[in-house]
DNA sequence: TTTGCCAACTTAAACGTTTAAGTAACGTCA
DNA sequence: TGACGTTACTTAAACGTTTAAGTTGGCAAA
């Protein structure tokens, strides 16, 4: 039923060689025999069956996509981060050829082994995605033999790389512009700290901070999980201090609306009482109400990056190294819930 | 390098044949031999190579998940909607062993058939997300040979089945509510024509609207392409009606969205000037402010409805014939966004 | 004792490719 | 003339499984 290069050949009087040499270019098939090959594999709707080549070759031509857990949240495509750089990385494999293997959460789960995935499937690469530094599988990736793209989570080993915007450059900038509104009381809503970039991101917090000379005390920092509820929650107990905080900076912009939603809960208004800043700038960011200020990635840019990255390891074949990491800049976008501080940030406030 | 079946049949003094007959649970292998490869195998990492027992079996153990264009936009996930519903469908695979190939819009538009890409990955079966009627490859289906599932479009082939919510019926539920509330002048924000949903919920329209007597005007109904933009555009056409309508029913919850943001610019208020109402339930509709009155649609059921039906047809083999349509029922959500008519719908409006 | 059967294996072929190695025909050059 | 190349092929093996068809030895029934 299928169409095979066996039944071409026996269509143009062929060894099975010869056309498989003439479909894939080789330079020892004449022009003649070519043209008869090509003519037989379209006229008999031929595809090549890359599980039988993958046989041989030893190389699926797919590339294996982890969505771990980006979130404490039901699954990956709930955040829109996620959602949007995964998009961007499909959207790059889709014009190379290569195919993409998808492991949910469940899956990997399922499997509790990235190594086992990875070898029954023979993908030739391996995305990660939301990748957790205390998952108990971490040490695996150092067995597994074929390249890795991280993003945002720096891993060493020397097969690896990891894709993602400078977070210290990022959170700096978000918080020096706070600052530079006249706020001295900054909030930092984290995401868990089982992710790198809430630390990284602190790093810039803390760096403005110190440079501004603003003293941050230990409950303006509060863990969230990068969801909208978690936000919510970290701001309630962020506005039940005293003196509360007059800024606040968040690790997500879903974690900064749902800030704005506690501060609205509270009868307060944002950001005349308080103001916020986001991180990501999802599309959600800018349709809020205010639109959110926040800081940038560039989403399509770490997807192509991603997704070069693997493309140009599967070409190097064997002898590729992994660059350690690769780093695109963050831009602080300013949109409408930052405000000047109304009273110097120096007085009390209830 | 990599471990096979011949080298734990070394190890063990077997046949491949055995220890492959041992490892896939068959009874003619003494429980003692069995437990010795069971080791072996675990003591040497050994993992199945489903490449080579693809080959063989003629089946993949994978399914092709195609999203083709649900919107406009520039790709699938940025329509939350069809974010959560894979989201639903991978979760539930992750579960069976199934591994998920993800073609995207690029891959399908590179390769530009659908069947090329089914057969040269061999994938089982098929899953098409946001196929339009308008798609040129779509004859080719009929010829794909493997079960079909497509998400709310209807496809006359014996081997496919269609899951989608009844939008007849959520169509209905939602104009009926606003003719409820006193609204006579209702207006209808399409998707794309090329969407079967954009009729059928047009035909859920126009029924309610006939129930009650209430003559419908062309102008009231507007194609958007489902996007938050072309739903601020359809309804800023709405808006320079006169007289205008009271309420508009939007065929997706961003559309309402978007419309919302056109009533707003307009400096007009919702729900007191215009009551709107969405279709989807998106996490993003009872975000909103106002939250967003709409049809939900279970899409976790869908999502489960869609993976489970692939199951089935896989396990059953050739003899699986598509049973049709799978009818979810969905549900309208009443939030803020509907009020009841305040001019009773009969005097005209600027 | 022979026959037959069963349990527990092994052998060999097959799946659809790619590729290393071989070959036949033909031409070229010394 | 013969050695050597080149061109355009073919042959055969391999990739790692599964599976149909044998094979062996032991035991029960006749």
């Known amino acids: 039923m299928r169409v095979t290069l ?34 037989a594999a379209r006229r008999l709707n031929y595809y090549p069956n890359s599980i039988a080549r993958g046989l041989v070759t030893q190389r699926s031509g797919t590339v294996g996509l982890f969505s771990v857990s980006f979130t404490q949240s039901y699954s990956i495509m709930s955040d829109p981060f996620a959602a949007e750089l995964v998009d961007a990385i499909l959207e790059r494999f ?3 050829g290569y195919d993409v293997l998808w492991f949910s959460r469940s899956r990997i789960e399922k499997a509790d082994s990235y190594v086992a995935l990875a070898v029954q499937r023979q993908i030739d690469a391996a995305i990660f995605l939301g990748l957790r530094t205390d998952d108990h599988r971490f040490a695996e990736l150092r067995t597994i033999g074929i ?10 080993v020397e097969n690896a790389v990891c894709v993602g915007c400078d977070q210290v450059m990022g959170a700096y900038a978000a918080v020096s512009h706070l600052i530079e509104m006249g706020h001295r009381r900054i909030a930092y809503i984290s995401g ?31 863990e969230g999980d990068f969801s909208r509820a978690s936000g919510k929650r970290s701001m309630e107990r962020l506005l039940a201090l005293d003196p509360r905080p007059t800024a606040v ?13 506690a501060v609205r809960a509270h009868g307060l208004r944002v950001p005349d009482d308080v103001s916020i800043i986001g991180f990501d700038d ?9 639109p959110l200020t926040t800081v940038h990635q560039p989403r399509h840019l ?37 405000a000047p501080v109304r009273d110097g940030g120096a007085s009390a406030a209830g």
Request: with cysteine.
């Open 6 to 39: 066996k039944d071409i050949a026996r269509e143009v009087g062929l060894s099975v060689t010869a056309v498989s040499r003439a479909l894939n270019g080789h330079k020892d098939v004449s022009e003649a025999t070519r043209a008869r090959v090509l003519e």
């Open 94 to 96: 889709g014009e190379t």
């Open 147 to 156: 390249p890795l793209v991280t993003v945002d989570v720096p891993i060493d």
């Open 192 to 222: 868990h700290w089982h992710a790198p970039v809430s630390h990284e991101r602190r790093e810039g917090y803390m760096k403005a901070m110190a440079e501004a000379g603003c003293p941050v005390r230990d409950e303006w920092i509060v």
């Open 249 to 261: 900076f968040c690790a997500s912009d879903l974690m900064a609306l749902g800030a704005m939603d």
């Open 282 to 290: 999802i599309r959600e960011a800018a349709e809020a109400q205010p």
């Open 302 to 338: 770490l997807g192509k990056a991603v997704a070069d990255t693997v493309i140009e390891a599967l070409r190097e074949g064997g002898s590729w190294k992994g660059k350690g990491r690769i780093l695109l800049e963050p831009k602080l976008v300013r949109r409408a819930t930052v």
